[in-house]
């Protein structure tokens, strides 16, 4: 099934509420996210959507905040870049379609909207960056197939001092 982008306007954690992306830390971080930032990210001008299948049903949430961000590469020069601050799958649809169905992974779906979206948005700015839970090695592979690479260094953030993966792409579309 192709999944439908469902704008996300208005900052109504409800919206999300009630889906399981999983029970590991960083999907629950995920849930997190949802409750406490989706308001700042519209605020700031960023974009939100619901990725549903034609039926209706929910699939995952992804999110893009075109502002150009100035990250460090692996040489420790500046490097520009639009940022996905958060996408998730629902887990019972993570890992689905299955491979070899005629239909893409949901995951890849996703990515092709993020990254198309991006392009379009912010053609001039030479990257794309997010940053991946160093635990999410389903999330980091997905990403992987999508060119992002890995930054040298990874990064913390308090209060608990989980460790994430900056990961960059050219800004170049899908």
């Known amino acids: 099934m192709i999944l439908q982008p469902i704008d996300f306007s208005v ?6 509420a009630g889906y399981d992306y999983g029970q590991q830390s960083y999907a629950l971080e995920l849930n997190d996210w949802l409750r406490t930032s989706t308001r700042q990210t519209l605020e700031l001008g ?3 959507w619901k990725y549903c299948t034609p039926s209706g049903d929910h699939v995952g949430f992804g999110s893009l905040e075109c ?3 100035n990250w460090k590469d692996a040489r420790g020069d500046q490097l520009t870049v639009v940022t996905i601050p958060a996408v998730a799958i629902v887990f019972s649809f993570q890992g689905q379609p299955p491979t070899g169905s005629a239909q893409p992974k949901y995951s890849d779906q996703i990515m092709s909207h ?12 030479p990257g794309i960056g997010l940053v991946a839970h ?10 992987s197939r999508w060119d992002f690479e890995q930054l040298p260094e990874p990064i913390t953030f308090p209060p608990d001092e989980q460790t994430y993966f900056q990961m960059v792409r050219p800004n170049r579309g899908e």
């Open 67 to 69: 502002n150009p961000t």
């Open 46 to 48: 960023g974009l939100i």
């Open 114 to 125: 993020l990254v198309r979206i991006a392009h379009e948005l912010a053609p001039l700015v």
């Open 11 to 16: 900052s109504d954690p409800e919206l999300f």
């Open 134 to 143: 160093s635990e999410n090695k389903g999330a980091i592979e997905v990403y």
